[in-house]
């Protein structure tokens, strides 16, 4: 305990095997240290972007709240009466073209 806390087994000729353990130690933390951030970053880019796909799945859903509104009759009407077009008061009718198959025209 004595060696620890001098330092002294840093020194002696067994030295390089407690620098080679400490480097590699060192190495270790660092590595595990680089991939904690790495996963903090991960992790707030994916809060990021699950917030992003709520808000444009809001967007969506008013978006398409409003274009089922104007799609009604009514409003289509309103539109149309506006700029001075009425529905028509009678009913489209059928033209029916009958062909002559005798080569007659």
Known sequence: MYDILKGSFLTNEDAFKNWRFILFAAFLAIIMIYTGHSYERKVHKLAALKEHV???????????????FMQMESTVAKKIKEKGIAPAKNPPQKIVIVRNNHGDN
């Open 54 to 68: 709520t808000e444009l799945h809001s967007e969506y859903t008013d978006l398409e709240r409003r274009l089922m």
